[in-house]
């Protein structure tokens, strides 16, 4: 029989794991990941503390292209320079104008649309945006330009978890993990999916991996993967 102090000392410990649980679907639902859930390219499109774009501010941003047959599309070709186009979209991130940084996302892959960074640009952005089909449509068309774009299969598993597509976003990180089997933040994202699907020795593996490649690891994930002696 354990002592009263014990079995509150377990209860507390339940209670803590379940917290950390909540906390971090909530994290990831949220897409308020911080760094240690992104790719650490220094082109991450993903602005924080700014307001969600309106659905018709976002379709204005996208008219130069459309979304069918779960590719992208430019509707027409445009004169400017994809990489001035390039530029200006990382710069209006920088100053939190989304709005402004997808319509120049858009008009790099007007002027070429064989650049499959444009479209992994605006897939992020889509996806901070909840917009995850089209989003999901951006990374896929960039992944039928470059197979091997590592940010363009993140992205991908990234719209597929955020859709429910748990075992395709597994899928997705896994293949990029077999390109580049040091990157921490898929690392850290399959240690989290599959911590929440149960498998708790896989995530154990991939923590450890991330760890290794120096990923920044949510606080809540250790205390999830942490032994706590059954009742």
């Keep these: 029989m354990r002592s009263e102090t014990e079995q509150i000392s377990v209860r507390t410990s339940v209670a803590r794991v379940v917290l950390a649980a909540a906390t971090l679907t909530l994290v990831l639902a949220s897409g308020e990941v911080g760094p240690e859930l992104r790719t650490d390219s220094p082109r991450d499109s993903e602005v924080s503390g700014t307001a969600a774009l309106s659905p018709g501010e976002l379709e204005r941003a996208l008219a130069g292209v459309v979304f069918e047959g779960g590719r992208v599309r430019p509707r027409g070709l445009t004169a400017s320079s994809a990489e001035t186009s390039m530029a200006e979209g990382f710069a209006e991130l920088r100053k939190g104008r989304r709005m402004a940084a997808v319509a120049a996302f858009v008009r790099a892959l007007q002027a070429d649309p064989s650049r499959p960074e444009a ?33 363009a299969r993140f992205g991908e598993g990234r719209a597929l978890h955020r859709l429910g597509q748990v075992r395709e976003a597994l899928a997705s990180w896994r293949a990029l993990l077999r390109r580049e089997a040091d990157h921490g933040p898929a690392h850290v994202r399959m240690a989290v999916l599959l911590q929440q699907t149960g498998d708790r020795e896989g995530a154990r593996h991939h923590l450890e991996r991330a760890r290794r490649a120096g990923a920044r690891i949510p606080a809540a994930l250790p205390a999830l993967l942490g032994e706590i002696e059954a009742p």
Excluded: I, K, Q
Excluded at 121 to 134: A, K, S, T
């Design 119 to 151: 479209y992994v640009e605006l897939g992020r952005v889509l996806v901070g945006e909840g917009r995850e089909e089209r989003a999901l449509a951006a990374f896929r068309t960039a992944l039928d330009l470059d197979p091997d774009s590592v940010d």
